[in-house]
């Protein structure tokens, strides 16, 4: 039998301690695979002293030169998750030749070029499928399987506390203060929600998704983020209404010569899209290539078993390397620079919310508006009183983004327009950038 590949293991918190049952549960398939056993040797903690059974047999230590010099340790899985020190840990040991492997969107979207260089200059492999949907097998098939194809479009539902709040939204009516409450009591919020429900964890997936995709460098700034706070109850009816759904979407296209646009919003998506039905926690991701033509990857988003199944899938892939003498691994396909188009120029047709004077006249003022700024309507829908005054809803065709901004402004003037309750873009069927 060959020697054992040992681990350096980075936190013991849910992923980490799913990453070492996995690994003892299924120890014969994997030594199978790899060509040799799998083991974890040291877990890096904050408190040694501290009672962890599932940890049983396994080395402590609350200091990472311990790690670092170690040469039995091949592979070290950084599981601790924010951004400092876990990008100092994992450069330092690819300094020290080991091979990385991490869940970490944060690092990957923030310093994936750092992560990328220090990797090649020490010849090691730098690993990140669980950084991305969890369980759910995204960044090796947009590194290999896909790499026949120029891929034109990669749309996400990338986080599961918000897909879970909406489609509670959805189905039982309730508010967004309600929905959030639970979402926390039943743990998939978290007591400070913004990452999750102002779109920054999923605008950093869409920016490792986007990097993979086009093959160029998109960094988070590059990632126009938009969360749910503003939907309500009103919206979700009038999205059923019209034919769709109300989701969290990370987008991301390649426009040509109009560059890149990646963003993340809530959207009015058509009930047939496949990504329609995706609900509750759950996680899917779906891609457009000019091989392959459509294809969707679904799962679990979040979870100590399912992420610890992309982290394993790693390990292996890492493990392998080390038993044949040969890193396995693609490295960094950021081989192009393709220019990021501006918000203000991307193309979508939008719904909006009005609260209006109800009086006559008013639904030509503001059909004259919009004319007035280039923006063509779709449909004008007004259904209820609001005390003396009208709700209205206009779904117009697509249009540049700057022209909405304008007929904004222009409608927030008039006498007759008391609000503007909501703007929401509305994906369409349509090719390109809908």
Do not use: W
Not at 22 to 50: F, S, W, Y
Not at 135 to 162: D, H, M
Not at 321 to 340: D, S, W
């Amino acid at each position: 039998m060959k020697q054992p590949i040992k681990i350096g293991l980075l936190g013991s918190g849910t992923v980490g301690t799913g990453v070492v049952r996995v690994l003892q549960k299924n120890a014969h398939e994997i030594e199978q695979k790899v060509g040799a056993p799998v083991e974890v040797k040291t877990v890096l903690v904050r408190d040694i002293h501290k009672m962890r059974p599932y940890l049983e047999g396994i080395q402590l230590t609350d200091d990472m030169e311990t790690i670092l010099r170690d040469d039995e340790i091949g592979i070290v899985v950084e599981l601790m998750g924010g951004l400092h020190p876990a990008r100092e840990y994992m450069l330092a040991a690819m300094e020290a030749g080991k091979h990385v492997v991490t869940a970490n969107k944060d690092v990957v979207a923030q310093f994936g070029r750092d992560m990328f260089e220090m990797a090649e200059r020490n010849q090691v492999e730098f690993l990140f499928e669980a950084s991305v949907g969890g369980g759910i097998p995204i960044v090796t098939p947009l590194k290999e399987c896909l790499t026949a194809n120029r891929i034109t479009e990669v749309i996400g539902i990338v986080n599961g506390t918000t897909n879970y709040m909406l489609t509670k939204m959805t189905q039982c009516g309730s508010d967004y203060a309600a929905v959030l409450r639970e979402a926390q009591e039943k743990g998939y919020a978290e007591a400070d929600p913004a990452a999750d429900v102002e779109g920054l964890d999923a605008a950093r997936k869409a920016a490792i998704l986007a990097s993979l995709a086009f093959n160029t460098r998109v960094s988070l700034e590059n990632v126009s983020a938009e969360g749910i706070t503003r939907i309500t109850p009103e919206d979700i009816d009038y999205a059923r209404e019209l034919g769709y759904v109300v989701k969290l979407l990370a987008i991301a296209r390649d426009l040509g010569d109009q560059g890149i646009d990646v963003r993340v919003h809530p959207a009015f998506l058509p009930v047939g899209h496949p990504l329609a039905a995706v609900s509750d926690v759950f996680n899917a991701i779906y891609i457009k290539g000019n091989a392959i033509g459509e294809a969707m990857f679904y799962g679990r988003g979040a979870g100590a078993l399912p992420t610890a199944s992309a982290v394993i899938a790693d390990i292996v892939a890492a493990a392998r390397g080390l038993v044949r003498g040969n890193a396995q691994g693609v490295g960094c396909t950021c081989f192009e620079h393709k220019p990021f188009c501006p918000l203000e120029d991307t193309i979508s047709a939008y719904y909006i919310r009005l609260l209006v004077a109800d009086q006559p006249g008013v639904l030509g003022a503001i059909a004259t508006t919009f004319g007035d700024q280039g923006v063509s309507l779709n449909s004008v829908i007004q259904t209820r009183r609001v005390g003396p005054q009208a709700e209205i809803v206009v779904v117009t065709h697509q249009v540049q983004y700057r022209k909405i901004l304008q007929a904004e402004h222009c409608l927030t003037q008039l006498p007759v327009v008391s609000k503007i309750s909501n703007v929401i873009r509305v994906e369409t069927a349509a090719e390109g950038n809908g």
